[in-house]
């Protein structure tokens, strides 16, 4: 179950139905999949070969089809990200820049967990949306946000895109933005 932390205030939101309405705010969708039926040598593995990740898409794609046909959505893969990464530091490095994308950024944490810090109002500023597995959130297209690891370092992720290409990122300059 995600939960949200607000940095101005520490204010953390917890719970599918607060978590959802506050991020209804800012037009942030956030939907839960069941992560049960991944096999546990698959959620275990951090270090998925290609077959593997297939394996995983196949697992899901009744979900993916019906987010596909609703949302637009032509194209998707798994990430997995873990100390086991090859240059997991450098790729770190680049995912925590601040930027924006001319589609939404969407992705269904199916293991471990990962951190979407996003840009909401000036009265809020940003929040951390902190994501377990079978969280899925959708970040607006041209929203500033950043995703990371949590101290867990290990993630396994389902993206979706509309370009068959992926999302392109687009650095967004803020010198209000402090990392915590």
């Keep these: 179950m995600a939960q949200i932390r607000i940095r101005n205030t520490?204010?953390?939101?917890?719970?599918?139905?607060?978590?959802?309405?506050?991020?209804?705010?800012?037009e942030v969708i956030y939907e839960h999949w069941d992560t049960?039926?991944?096999?546990?040598?698959?959620?275990?593995?951090?270090?998925?070969?290609?077959?593997?990740k297939s394996a995983i898409l196949n697992i899901f794609q009744s979900e993916i089809q019906e987010l596909a046909s609703r949302r637009g959505y032509r194209t998707w893969d798994v990430i997995t990200l873990s100390e086991a990464t090859p240059n997991i530091e450098e790729l770190l490095a680049k995912f925590e820049q601040i930027h924006t994308h001319t589609e939404d950024e969407i992705r269904v944490i199916v293991a471990g967990a990962g951190t979407f810090i996003i840009k909401g109002t000036p009265d809020t500023g940003y929040f951390d949306v902190n994501l377990e597995p079978g969280d899925l959130i959708s970040?607006?297209?041209?929203?500033?946000h950043f995703f990371t690891l949590t101290d867990e370092r290990k993630v396994i992720?389902?993206?979706?895109?509309?370009?068959?290409?992926?999302?392109?990122?687009?650095?967004?300059?803020?010198h209000s933005f402090q990392k915590s």
């Design 157 to 174: 992720a389902v993206r979706l895109f509309v370009e068959e290409n992926g999302w392109i990122a687009h650095p967004y300059e803020d």
């Design 10 to 26: 520490n204010e953390i939101i917890a719970g599918d139905e607060k978590v959802r309405e506050f991020l209804n705010q800012y």
């Design 139 to 144: 970040v607006p297209e041209n929203t500033p």
């Design 36 to 52: 049960n039926k991944l096999p546990q040598e698959l959620a275990d593995n951090f270090s998925l070969s290609d077959d593997q």
